[in-house]
T-cell receptor
Framework: EPEVTQTPSHQVTQMGQEVILRCVPI?????FYWYRQILGQKVEFLVS????????KSEIFDDQFSVERPDGSNFTLKIRSTKLEDSAMYFC???????????FGSGTRLTVV | GENVEQHPSTLSVQEGDSAVIKCTYS??????FPWYKQELGKRPQLIID?????GEKKDQRIAVTLNKTAKHFSLHITETQPEDSAVYFC????????????FGTGTRLTIIP
C-alpha cells in the first residue's frame, strides 16, 4: 500500500532556530496538507496546497510558517524562528483528489527547547 | 468555519461490550465524516467514513450513523477487543475538492480485559 513518508521522525531544535520538515506524498496525489497535533490534543489543520500554491491556511499558519514543493516529490514545511509552543507532532497528508485516497504520514515530532 | 465537538473524552468498556462515541458538527455544508484511530505516537488511521447521502455504514464490528438534521454522527464498536484501545477522532468537512479536515477533540477508549 502506498505511504506518505516524513523525515525526520523526531527533531529537537533550539528556540529561534529554523526547521524544515519533509514529506514525500504518494506519487499520483495532487493535494497536500500539513496538520499539527500538540501532545494530548486534537489534530489541527495548518495548510493545504494544490497546483503549487496554498489553497487554504488556518490562523495557526502565520508568517513564521511556509510550505514548498521544491521538486516533483517533496513537500516541505518550514518554521522560520521556532517557539516553545511549536513543539508538537506534525503530520503531512496527501490526497489524489479532494478526499479520495486521503492518507496521513507517520509524523515528525518537533521538540523546541 | 466548522467546529466539531466529541464526547466522551475518555471511555472504558469491558471487553466484549459495545462502545459508542458521539460527535456534533456546526457547518451544515459538511458532508463527509471520517473516523480515525490513533495509537500512541502513530499516525491517524482511517477506520470508517460516511457521506451525507447515507444514514448508516457498517464494516464488520464498526458502524457509523449520521443524523444530518441534528448535525451529529456516532461511531459504534461492537464486541470490543483489547486492540481497540486507542484514541478515536471524528472529523468533518465539506467535499469541495480540496479539503481540510476539522477534527474533534478525541476519545481515549480503553478496553478492560
Amino acid at each position: 500500500e502506498p505511504e506518505v513518508t516524513q523525515t525526520p521522525s523526531h527533531q529537537v531544535t533550539q528556540m529561534g532556530q529554523e526547521v524544515i520538515l519533509r514529506c514525500v506524498p504518494i506519487s499520483n496525489h495532487l493535494y497536500f496538507y500539513w496538520y499539527r497535533q500538540i501532545l494530548g490534543q486534537k489534530v489541527e489543520f495548518l495548510v493545504s496546497f494544490y497546483n503549487n500554491e496554498i489553497s487554504e491556511k488556518s490562523e495557526i499558519f502565520d508568517d513564521q510558517f511556509s510550505v514548498e514543493r521544491p521538486d516533483g516529490s517533496n513537500f516541505t514545511l518550514k518554521i522560520r524562528s521556532t517557539k516553545l509552543e511549536d513543539s508538537a507532532m506534525y503530520f503531512c497528508a496527501s490526497s489524489r483528489q479532494g478526499l479520495y485516497g486521503y492518507t496521513f504520514g507517520s509524523g515528525t515530532r518537533l521538540t523546541v527547547v | 468555519g466548522e467546529n466539531v465537538e466529541q464526547h466522551p473524552s475518555t471511555l472504558s468498556v469491558q471487553e466484549g461490550d459495545s462502545a459508542v462515541i458521539k460527535c456534533t458538527y456546526s457547518d451544515s455544508a459538511s458532508n463527509y465524516f471520517p473516523w480515525y484511530k490513533q495509537e500512541l505516537g502513530k499516525r491517524p488511521q482511517l477506520i470508517i467514513d460516511i457521506r451525507s447521502n447515507v444514514g448508516e455504514k457498517k464494516d464488520q464490528r464498526i458502524a457509523v450513523t449520521l443524523n444530518k438534521t441534528a448535525k451529529h454522527f456516532s461511531l459504534h464498536i461492537t464486541e470490543t477487543q483489547p486492540e481497540d484501545s486507542a484514541v478515536y477522532f471524528c472529523a468533518a468537512t465539506p467535499d469541495f475538492g480540496n479539503e481540510k479536515l476539522t477534527f474533534g477533540t478525541g476519545t481515549r477508549l480503553t478496553i478492560i480485559p
